[in-house]
């Protein structure tokens, strides 16, 4: 990949708001967001303080950015990544035990794909972003396709970030940094 490629990507990814005026990305994804079922997520928390609708969302975006700058299918990696997440339950309280193969981060790509296909129209592409978002984890579903890979990469930057957001501003409130007279 080029230093400018790099370049934009990065900036991309540093800039997390999310345009209503994007005419494009709301013509592609306006059947889900308005979709009762998706909306629904907003009642589960994902990361940190970050809902799971508002999760997918910031990957939804993202993603569109860096999928329509690299010219590849930039319709479908928004529609899919609005949907990677489509569980639909809270599993943060999933506390019964079970193999490691069976636990969440393991079984939710497939649980979203079942539930999403039960909703929309998907392509190929869309499954496959749905299905293998969550690769490496999922070692043996490596995406297909590299609208797949941005939405997998997107997805570990937005949850990382949404997962550290409550503790870096706890830090940057307590003021912990002008505190160096007691050290």
């Avoid at 490629?5 to 990814?13: A, M, N, Q, W």
């Avoid at 997440?85 to 636990?103: A, G, I, Q, R, S």
Wanted: overall charge positive.
């Amino acid at each position: 990949m080029r230093l400018e490629d790099k370049k934009e990507i990065y900036k991309i990814l540093s800039d997390n708001t999310i345009s209503t005026y994007d005419n494009e990305y709301n013509e592609f994804v306006a059947d889900i967001l308005n979709n009762p079922v998706v909306t629904s997520m907003k009642e589960y928390i994902q990361h940190g303080n970050t809902t799971c609708y508002d999760h997918c969302v910031s990957v939804s975006y993202t993603s569109y950015k860096i999928a329509k700058y690299l010219k590849l299918d930039a319709k479908s990696t928004a529609r899919a990544a609005l949907l990677h997440d489509l569980f639909l339950y809270d599993w943060h309280k999933v506390m019964e035990k079970k193999p490691l193969f069976e636990k969440h981060g393991f079984t939710h790509p497939q649980t979203a794909l079942d539930n999403a296909i039960k909703y929309f129209d998907l392509n190929d592409i869309e499954k496959d972003i749905i299905v293998k978002h969550m690769w490496p984890l999922t070692f043996r579903k490596v995406p297909k396709y590299r609208e797949s890979l941005v939405v997998t990469f997107v997805d570990k930057y937005c949850s990382t970030n949404e997962t550290f957001e409550p503790l870096t501003s706890k830090i940057a409130k307590s003021n912990f940094l002008s505190k160096k007279q007691y050290l």
